[in-house]
């Protein structure tokens, strides 16, 4: 795109305040534009740390009380969370897994409670039972190694 064109003033005295106001104009779109910057970032490292804490908020109650499931951070809180491995526990044998919430093909604003009904133990589906899925906690790495072949 062309630079706006600007008439020139004929005094010369208008010419000057005119470069005085272009040169003022571009310093400030470069300042605010600069500080819209560092103000994203910030917004950016506290919704991460709100992400943060809800999470954590949400497996201290896993933990205390196991219930209600619901409300729970969605797949991608907790991703940016950087939580995104969902303990689980088989509600029927107790085996316990890691799901990898980044590998999941959910859309990321999906509530991971609603994961509860959709994770299936490995070890009772090969023997053809669905039990339910105990949600657990929300964690950084993989707590247990996986024992499917
Ligand atoms: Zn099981």
């Not at 005085?20 to 910030?42: D, H």
Request: net charge positive; glycine share 4%.
């Amino acid at each position: 795109m062309a630079p706006k064109y600007h008439p020139t003033p004929l005094s010369g005295g208008d010419r000057k305040a005119l470069n005085k106001e272009l040169g003022k104009a571009r310093a400030m779109a470069n300042i605010l534009a600069a500080q819209s910057a560092e103000m994203r970032a910030k917004a950016e490292t506290m919704l991460q740390q709100a992400d943060k804490l809800l999470c954590e908020s949400w497996n201290e109650r896993m933990w205390s009380e196991g219930e209600p499931i619901d409300p729970s951070p969605t797949i991608d809180q907790a991703i940016n969370a950087s939580l995104r491995w969902l303990e689980i526990r088989c509600a029927l044998c107790k085996t316990p897994s890691d799901v990898d919430l980044a590998a999941m093909k959910h859309v990321p604003t999906t509530f991971v409670h609603d994961l509860a009904s959709r994770l299936r133990c490995r070890k009772c589906a090969t023997a053809g039972r669905r039990p339910a899925a105990t949600l657990l906690q929300l964690t950084a790495h993989p707590r247990h190694p996986r024992t499917d072949s």
